[in-house]
């Protein structure tokens, strides 16, 4: 059972508009109209993540913007979204972004150097998949809108897109992509698009990007085929969880690799 698409919609506006209150399980399943247990099993089930789960992602989101838009110490941004120490609120950002908070208030001008270099390249090298690999996810891009920039897309163990995907790339359009040699596991696939046109700051928390996440998780078993992916990147849904990883990290990654396999 999931929830309806207004129920769902109401909810989340409800959680984003008391997203700075200490929002309890009782409190969520109220407004909802369901009993604590039904509402925490309907959430998830519709959602991919727990209520919580999906709070704390709205809230780490929101550290991202105050880091980048306010000079607020970083004790201070952890308390505003929910952290009781600094500690704990390094611990987590690290492990949901994928860069510590200080890093990650000081990676714009690293992001507009890597958006640059991205922007130079002539030649982005073509994965080519051979018969011979086993495990592989593969599939096919394409976009709702026209857009002209390049493409994020990646399997991670969670059904939100935080911290470094277990398998992923930069794809300099639509297109084919395909990943081999995918470790037996529960993944989930996730793309979003950054356009040529972006300011930096709309890609270091991508809150309007075009996106796409699978609704069933994809398991891979050794020796097992995988459906062809057909990716549709879209305008961002009530549904569709915060993007938490960091792009200028992956960027990084991609251009170190493309660099060293010229």
């Known amino acids: 059972m999931q929830m309806q698409p207004e129920e769902l919609e109401a909810i989340i506006s409800y959680i984003q508009h008391h997203l700075d209150e200490s929002l309890s399980l ?19 089930e519709t959602m991919g993540i727990s209520p919580f789960y999906y709070i704390s ?6 550290a991202k913007m105050l880091l980048l838009h306010t000079k ?5 941004i ?11 609120f390094t611990t987590q950002f690290t492990k949901r972004i994928g860069v510590t908070p200080s890093k990650f208030r000081k990676s714009a001008q690293l992001a507009k150097d890597y958006f640059h270099s991205l922007k ?9 998949s051979t018969s011979l690999t086993s495990n592989k996810v593969e599939g096919f891009v394409e976009s709702e809108s026209p857009f002209e920039g390049f493409i994020l897309i ?6 939100v897109p935080e911290g470094l995907p277990l398998y992923g790339t930069l794809l300099s359009s639509v297109g084919h992509f395909c990943f081999d040699n995918v470790k037996p596991g529960v993944y989930y696939l996730m793309a979003t698009s950054v356009s040529w046109e972006m300011d930096v700051t709309e890609f270091l928390v991508p809150e309007n990007t075009l996106r796409f996440r699978s609704e069933t998780p994809i398991v891979i078993k050794d020796q097992n085929s995988v459906p062809y992916q057909q990716v549709t990147l879209h305008s961002p849904l009530p ?10 990290l992956l960027m990084d990654i991609f251009l170190k690799g493309y660099y060293r396999n010229r």
């Open 239 to 248: 549904n569709d969880p915060p993007i938490l990883i960091s792009i200028p």
């Open 57 to 62: 992602s709205l809230r780490m989101q929101k």
């Open 72 to 76: 607020f110490h970083i004790r201070d």
């Open 26 to 44: 009782s409190q969520l399943s109220s407004y909802a109209g369901y009993s604590p247990y039904h509402f925490t099993r309907i959430f998830k």
């Open 154 to 159: 990646g399997l991670f163990p969670k059904p």
């Open 78 to 88: 952890g308390l505003e979204t929910g952290q009781q120490s600094l500690g704990t």
């Open 120 to 128: 130079q390249l002539n030649h982005w090298s073509l994965h080519k």
